[in-house]
């Protein structure tokens, strides 16, 4: 059976964003980030403080990021003393994040990461930082408490509560009370914060992975209050127009409604994008034949005209065996859904650079910080987010300059933790 050309061109068009409607993207994005300094009530992104500004770099001394030990040597220095990365979920073995898990056993979890980091001593006292990479309310740098889930995060008892206490309690109750929590950020601002210590000009902050979220440097130029890091939760912005693929992810995943940008750019849902555009193709609407975003690099990676490894993944997630010509179809499907991903991401830095440009003829020279799986390992997605910049910015694209940060959540929680402690 080969792919009905017709349906093909629409499911394509229907990932397809021009030049003008990014540029209205764009544009929207700013205004909403605009409405949302006057009231987040009026944004569709929560915008969010972090209760803290960027780095001076002078930032020293020892410092535990949850399982990570980390020594600052100030001047974007830093060394890992001990890590230990543990994830939260092994198929098969344990999943603190399911809906059947508890709060208690998650943070249980965690401290007994920080036992390991801290390679069981209980007299030395530490501060923590904590990279938590969920929408949280900040009343301070301490106090962040846990909004909503998002990424399909379901563990209960967790939402609604500071996120510091409930590792506090598992601390204490490991007998870690050497183990002072001192900060919670956003993941964003970990990225932001830990190649703000080391590069100049760096305003802005993204992931780019499972999750996708921005944070920037907001100056309140009005000076009505000091400089702060907003973490924009811009996975929340709606003011796009979603496809029909994506009203349908939306409705069947953990939040409908919630996270409508990200549920468009980012790895945990492109696969599911990806799989969706399949099943009508192969006249299964509704099969979920569980696609990755690795497998989608694999398709893209597929050079040869034969298009072997596109066919044999195919045939082993959906049961259907391609010929060469519909496994190209399916390569540029993915291709333009990986393109949308990253000119939206484009599109939504635009929007910040635009509101930080304010009135001045030119924008200053600015330096994107990114961490993420999709921007670092997804081919074709930095290089079509640069031309999504180049696109909207014209010449003034050349004073935008964009850094992987990848260890920034735990340099990052560090940096934090040393802030929290020059407050006392
Ligand atoms: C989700 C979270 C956000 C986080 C992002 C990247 O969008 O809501 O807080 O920054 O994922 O991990």
Redesign the pocket.
């Given at each position: 059976m080969a792919f009905d050309k017709q349906q093909f061109e629409d499911i394509l068009n229907d990932f397809t964003i021009d030049s003008d409607e990014l540029r209205e993207i764009a544009g929207a994005f700013r205004y909403d980030l605009k409405q949302g300094l006057k009231d987040p009530d009026l944004s569709s992104m929560r915008m969010l403080k972090s209760y803290i500004g960027l780095p001076t770099r002078k930032e020293t001394g020892e410092y535990l990021a949850l399982d990570l030990r980390i020594r600052l040597d100030g001047d974007g220095k830093f060394e890992v003393l001990k890590k230990v990365a543990k994830p939260l979920v092994v198929p098969g073995k344990y999943n603190y994040i399911a809906a059947d898990a508890t709060a208690e056993q998650m943070f249980g979890f965690i401290a007994d990461l920080v036992e390991e980091a801290v390679e069981g001593d209980h007299t030395k006292k530490y501060f923590l930082g904590h990279t938590f990479?969920?929408?949280s309310e900040q009343t301070d740098l301490y106090n962040a408490k846990l909004i909503i889930w998002?990424?399909e995060f379901a563990t209960p008892g967790v939402e609604g509560k500071v996120v510091n206490d409930l590792l506090k309690d598992a601390l204490h109750k490991k007998g870690l009370d050497n183990v002072e929590p001192t900060a919670v950020i956003?993941?964003?601002v970990a990225v932001q914060l830990a190649a703000a210590y080391k590069h100049d000009n760096v305003n802005i902050g993204c992931?780019y992975?499972?999750?996708?979220?921005t944070c920037y440097l907001e100056p309140y130029a009005d000076k009505a209050q000091e400089a702060m890091i907003l973490?924009l939760?811009s996975?929340g912005f709606n003011r796009l127009t979603p496809g029909r693929f994506d009203i349908e992810l939306d409705k069947v995943s953990e939040k409908p409604g919630e996270?409508r940008l990200?549920k468009m750019v980012s790895g945990r849902y492109m696969g599911e994008l990806f799989g969706m555009a399949l099943a009508e193709l192969f006249d299964e609407k509704g099969k979920n034949y569980g696609f990755t975003s690795i497998d989608m690099s694999a398709i893209m990676d597929d050079e040869d005209p034969q298009h072997p490894a596109i066919i044999k993944l195919v045939a082993e997630k959906t049961g259907h065996t391609l010929d060469a010509a519909d496994a190209d179809k399916v390569q540029d499907l993915v291709l333009r859904i990986v393109n949308r991903s990253a000119r939206l991401v484009a599109a939504s830095f635009v929007g910040i650079l635009w509101q930080l440009q304010g009135a001045e003829q030119h924008l200053a020279p600015q330096t994107i910080a990114v961490d993420g799986s999709v921007y670092e390992k997804m081919p074709h997605a930095k290089e079509n987010l640069m031309k999504g910049l180049s696109e909207l910015l014209g010449e003034d694209a050349a004073q935008v300059t964009t850094v992987l940060e990848n260890g920034g959540s735990g340099l990052g929680a560090a940096i934090a933790a040393a802030v929290a402690a020059s407050r006392r």
């Open positions: 990479s969920f929408p998002t990424k956003n993941d964003t992931i992975a499972t999750g996708h979220n973490n939760e996975g996270q990200e």
